[in-house]
């Protein structure tokens, strides 16, 4: 029967190569499984290319109102499918949006950079397209708007809408003219389309009428829960809302009051559609908690409304200062020279510390590599969520940080190994003790890179927390693999006579030690 030593030092052996062979099982069952599934690091602007919007409030914004904002336009930019955009705030009062790797950049500008200020007006009536500032009679952009001319109004009477299942549209209603009176009247300019004023606005461009004098909104986006874009059994596309519970009761008050009439659809002062309530029926029904909204919407508009209606307001309106189309080359030339330098810097540290601590130089090698195919598979992963900045020129410059202090590890681990040689210990004595000592260093070291990482993370804006977010993961895994990988492993080789005893590339011969078998 094997002594209780005897089987206390098989189990912690069995141990060391359980973790040896974990580590090296998760971090290339990592990489090998992002690989096949097609998976890459989410490239940031300077390396994917695409747009940079630099936004502003037309007036001064709460913090809390920015916040919102970039909220929402997270929602936005994510909403479209793309990846690897970003929304922050820069200075007091300017936003910044980033969407690399993008080919439709003006959709995007678009759809990002709307109000999306909804509302649901009430159609006075309807006004032929200005005449122009310079034309005779025009008014001013600040006269006041006149009430609609007898005739003109689009109430329940005048429009006469009446349902016929014979007629195309399941209705027939009155032409009722349009107010040639406001012909001479420019649109309400956005920023004085406010919701409780009397406003004059345009359709869609190629709509008819073009123009509609509304009502103070009665419904704003705030009403509405979801919203997609969907395609009629006609072949016209709709956009089908879904309504809270308190949007739902204003909504179907509005509907009944302007049952048999139109209400306009205004979005950020265009009007998106101009439908008559239920022309269809008789007599007014609830909508319950659903509307569809529809018109003369491209694929394009009914999507970009719908997604301007699902992501919600804006708290605050933006102007864009600067709008700036990043191309890729210049990022992926500097990219590519400093990865060479990077990896001829690196390839003269490993052959130097190969020929400096023979096979524990190897250690070295096999933890670099092991922490490689980890860091890739992790940076894949989190590309595909919004946990983690875009992989750019910063991030990895955070990387290339990282190596240096992850050989630091190493060296002093070795190092410490040599101390407690030339203090007349064995190898297979030394690897225990040096390590409890090196540690202790390691993780100090590890510990306030990682604590500096994090208050730049915190307080810096931009590409600089990209640096710091890999520096600090790079970090994290430094501690992780100096523990469960390097330890086990040099521990494991140094009990092993042969393997230290090796004549030109033992440890012993790497430590400086003078070769002998251990007693």
């Given amino acids: 029967m094997s002594p209780p030593s005897s089987r206390a030092s098989s189990r912690r052996q069995r141990s060391l190569i359980i973790s040896v062979v974990l580590v090296v099982v998760i971090s290339f069952g990592s990489l090998a499984a992002v690989l096949l599934a097609g998976w890459s690091p989410r490239l940031g602007l300077d390396l994917a290319g695409g747009l940079e919007v630099v936004y502003q409030p ?3 914004a709460s913090q809390a109102d920015l916040n919102e904002t970039v909220a929402i336009l997270n929602n936005r930019v994510n909403g479209l499918g793309v990846s690897g955009a970003e929304v922050s705030t820069q200075g007091a009062q300017q936003i910044v949006v980033t969407v690399p790797g993008i080919k439709n950049s003006r959709e995007v500008l678009a759809s990002i950079g709307q109000t999306a200020q909804l509302l649901f007006r009430p159609a006075l009536c309807s006004a032929p ?31 006469g809408v009446t349902p016929d299942a014979n007629s195309a549209n399941g209705f027939v209603a009155n032409n009722v003219p349009a107010d040639t009176n406001l012909a001479s009247y420019p649109s309400t300019a956005p920023a004085d389309d406010a919701a409780p ?5 345009p359709q869609l461009a190629g709509s008819s009428p073009p123009r509609y004098l509304l009502g103070p909104a009665q419904m704003t986006g705030h009403s509405v829960k979801t919203a997609y874009a969907t395609q009629l059994q006609t072949g016209a596309w709709a956009v ?26 205004e979005l950020d002062g265009v009007i998106q559609s101009a439908p008559i309530t239920q022309p269809t029926q008789s007599t007014f029904t609830s909508f319950g908690n659903s509307i569809e909204i529809s018109g003369s919407l491209t694929q394009a508009e009914a999507q970009q409304l719908a997604l301007a209606m699902q992501y919600g307001s804006l708290p605050v309106r933006l102007k864009a200062l600067t709008t700036t189309t990043v191309s890729p080359s210049l ?32 250690v070295v090698v096999s933890g670099l590599a092991v922490t490689a195919a980890l860091l890739y598979a992790i940076i894949s992963a989190l590309g595909h969520t919004t946990l983690a900045p875009s992989f750019n020129l910063a991030g990895v410059t955070g990387l290339i940080v990282s190596i240096g202090i992850t050989v630091d590890s190493y060296i002093v681990y ?9 203090a007349g210990r064995t190898v ?5 003790r040096g390590f409890a000592s090196a540690w202790r260093t390691v993780l100090a070291a590890d510990l306030v890179s990682l604590a500096a990482a994090v208050v730049l993370y915190l307080i810096a804006l931009g590409d600089v927390r990209g640096f710091a977010f890999f520096l600090g993961l790079s970090t994290l895994m430094d501690i992780f693999i100096t523990y469960f990988y390097t330890r086990p492993l040099v521990i494991l080789l140094g009990r092993n006579e042969r393997i230290t005893e090796a004549k030109n590339f033992g440890i012993a011969r790497g430590l400086a030690m003078e070769s002998k078998v251990p007693a």
């Fill in 331 to 362: 990022g992926k030339a500097s990219l590519q020279a400093g990865l060479w330098a990077g990896l001829a810097g690196l390839a003269l540290v490993l052959l130097y510390v190969i020929l400096y601590y023979r096979l524990l130089g190897l």
């Fill in 414 to 422: 070795f190092e410490r190994l040599k101390d407690e040689t030339r």
């Fill in 58 to 60: 037309t007036t001064t």
């Fill in 129 to 159: 397209a200005f005449v122009g500032s310079s034309a005779k009679g025009a008014q001013p952009a600040t006269a006041t708007l006149p009430a609609c001319s007898s005739g003109t109004e689009l109430t329940k009477a005048n429009l």
């Fill in 240 to 265: 089908v809302a879904t309504l809270t519970g308190p949007g739902s009761v204003i909504w179907n008050n509005l509907a009944e009051a302007s049952f048999h009439e139109i209400v306009a659809i």
């Fill in 197 to 201: 004023k009397t406003v004059l606005l």
């Fill in 428 to 432: 297979r004595t030394s690897v225990d």
